[in-house]
């Protein structure tokens, strides 16, 4: 009976015995799947010893060793699967594996098919541990950092918005408000995370810039202070220096928010550029191309997309695009 209890925090038909197992988009299946899998990491440490006995010891990080298993890949299917592994170590590409709770990026170093039957290939695998992906995020110093440049630049930028008192930037400031806040890690934030943040920047510096259009437009139309011209009724040239008045503080004022825009618009993005962008160059072709280039899976080139902002996979003429190391899947 104790062992039928033990079953029962388990929902009925799922089986408490399976394991997810997978290497970028290829998924282990029954006997493929190991029984075990050992992760084997340790801290790694600088010791420096101290006249008297005592030390300083550098923290580096946790190393993890290569992580090996083996298993039977069965099936009319057998020589496609194997193949698929095949060509993923051959790319030497990141890749994902996922095991249930645990994410790694990894590089495949050794793939290992054994041929017995048409049905029947035996394999075992080796992969290096680039960084653990399922870990705790660490609030780092570039976390906090950039959380705190974004959080003040937006603080500006919505109070310069009630300065300037004009309803579509103050509603453009709200929407980039609104988009900041879904985003809780910028340091750690996808493509797709950035790019919802970077449009509603856009957006609102260009009806900064044509709010700044017809301002200064209006103020020419001033040729000397408070427009006291012969001819001109009082009425007219007390609501020219009202005019004049509201200018001096409103164009300033939305020339301030470009620039606190134009700040907050790198700071959005570099977090994606510390956790590690790449610049390719080329000549034609297209997104499909360069992710499977870059990732081995052409499927990811809408994350090259979001972050180059280009909705067309086809490319014509010299392009440098920029690539993130860790796709939006």
Partial sequence: MSYLNSLAPFAQGVDPTGTRLMLGDFEFLEFEVPEQIAIHGRQKTVQHQLIGGSRIIDVLGTEYEPLFWSGIITGAQAGERVSVLERMRDAGHPVVLTL?????????????PVYEFIWRRPYSIEVAVVRNEGSPEKVDALTGALQGLIDSDLGRALGLASIINIDVVAQAVRN???????????????????????????AARNIIQH?????????????SLGGMVPGNPVSKTVSNLLLQSDHATRIPALYHLQDVLGRL?????????????????????NLYQVASEQYGDASLWTSIAEANDLADPQLSGIHTLKVPTSPAS
């Fill in 176 to 202: 980039l408000h609104q988009a900041v806040k879904a985003v809780t890690n910028f340091a750690h934030a996808t493509v797709a995370q950035v790019q919802a943040v970077v449009r509603p920047i856009i």
């Fill in 265 to 285: 618009n790198k700071n959005v993005n570099a977090g994606q550029a510390a956790s590690g962008v790449r610049a390719v160059t080329l000549s034609g072709g």
């Fill in 100 to 112: 249930d709770d645990y994410r790694f990026n990894v590089v495949i170093t050794a793939f290992n």
């Fill in 211 to 223: 709010e700044l259009a017809l301002l200064e437009a209006e103020a020419g139309e001033i040729t």
